[in-house]
C-alpha cells in the first residue's frame, strides 16, 4: 500500500487508513522508532503496564523475598526503634 507524506502545519505526516488501524488495534498516543532504515509506529505502553503478571510470576517462584533479611542489624536503633507493618 502506497500513501503519500502531506503538509500538516510546519510538520508533515502520512494519512494511516482505517483498515491497517483496525488490523493493528492503533489509537491515541503511539510510539514512533527507526530501526534498519526502516519508521515503525508500535501502540504506547502505560508505565509499569504488566507489573502485576511480573509480581505474580515472581511469587510463583518465590523470587519475591528480601534480599537481605539474614543480614545483621548494626545499630540499636534497627533492633530497638525500626518495626515492620
Do not use: C, Y
Amino acid at each position: 500500500m502506497k500513501t503519500n507524506i502531506v503538509k500538516i502545519g510546519n510538520s508533515q505526516g502520512i494519512r494511516i487508513p482505517k483498515l491497517l488501524l483496525r488490523q493493528l488495534k492503533l489509537q491515541g498516543q503511539v510510539q514512533l522508532s527507526v530501526r534498519q532504515n526502516q519508521l515503525v509506529i508500535q501502540r504506547s505502553q502505560r508505565p509499569r503496564q504488566d507489573w502485576d503478571e511480573q509480581f505474580k510470576k515472581m511469587a510463583e517462584r518465590r523470587d519475591d523475598r528480601l534480599l537481605d533479611e539474614d543480614a545483621i542489624s548494626l545499630t540499636r536503633w534497627d533492633a530497638d526503634e525500626w518495626h515492620w507493618q
